[in-house]
Antibody, heavy 120, light 107 residues
Framework: QLHLQESGPGPVKPSETLSLTCTVS??????????WAWIRQPPGRGLEWVGS???????HYNPSLKSRVTMSVDSSKNQFSLNLTSVTAADTAVYFC????????????WGQGTLVPVSS | DIQMTQSPSSLSASVGDRVTITCQAS??????LNWYQQKPGKAPNLIIY???NLDTGVPSRFSGSGSGTDFTFTINSLQPEDFATYFC?????????FGGGTKLELK
């Protein structure tokens, strides 16, 4: 059974960089059939796709966040990561890592999510 | 970007009722529309994929239909465990986007 687990340093101050890592177990991040994604959800609100990465390095970012987002894959550790720069309170959210199929983008595995508060 | 308009944003219903949620895409997304259920404090859970296909283990009281820009999600004979928030999600081959969600509450 595939398992995804988000990890990160906790609260972030405004203007700093939010960094998260997703560790994948029970399966390979080098799957040819799947993308790996970050999806966030501000408290009490809806879901927002942040970006997606394929193990070979193909990356897609949400245009509204593209100037501040960087994603990467570390196949040796079966992990992928998110960096979001110049954060504000609007970036406070539960951040989920997830896996979806290349065809149809069916998200069938999610991490439990981690709340990242942005506060001074 | 493809925008997803989901309605209603909230819905009150009773056990045994039939409820319908709609999602409209700003562009043709063919059949690439998925529906998720989310309970408080949990990650979303896939219910329907490719507009009308029930995920494994999902009860048959859930159904979906539509293609192109207009999609419908229906729950027949609501059960207590169905009260949750539901989201639609599209894929245009590059980007993903979600509807705003429908919170289904017990009347």
């Amino acid at each position: 059974q595939l398992h995804l687990q988000e990890s990160g340093p906790g609260p972030v101050k405004p203007s700093e960089t939010l960094s998260l890592t997703c560790t994948v177990s029970g399966g390979s991040i080098e799957s040819r059939s799947h993308y790996w994604a970050w999806i966030r959800q501000p408290p009490g609100r809806g879901l927002e796709w942040v970006g997606s990465i394929y193990h070979s390095g193909s990356i897609h970012y949400n245009p509204s966040l593209k100037s501040r987002v960087t994603m990467s894959v570390d196949s040796s550790k079966n992990q992928f990561s998110l960096n979001l720069t110049s954060v504000t309170a609007a970036d406070t959210a539960v951040y989920f890592c997830a896996r979806y199929a290349i065809f149809g983008a069916v998200i069938n595995y999610w991490g439990q999510g981690t709340l990242v508060p942005v506060s001074s | 970007d493809i925008q997803m308009t989901q309605s209603p944003s909230s819905l009150s219903a009773s056990v045994g009722d039939r409820v319908t949620i709609t999602c409209q895409a700003s562009q043709d997304i063919k059949k690439y529309l998925n529906w998720y259920q989310q309970k408080p404090g949990k990650a979303p859970n896939l219910i329907i994929y490719d507009a009308s296909n029930l995920d494994t283990g999902v009860p048959s009281r859930f159904s979906g239909s539509g293609s192109g820009t207009d999609f419908t999600f229906t729950i027949n004979s609501l059960q207590p465990e169905d009260f949750a928030t539901y989201f639609c999600q599209q894929y245009d081959g590059v980007s993903l986007s979600f509807g705003g969600g429908t919170k289904l509450e017990l009347k």
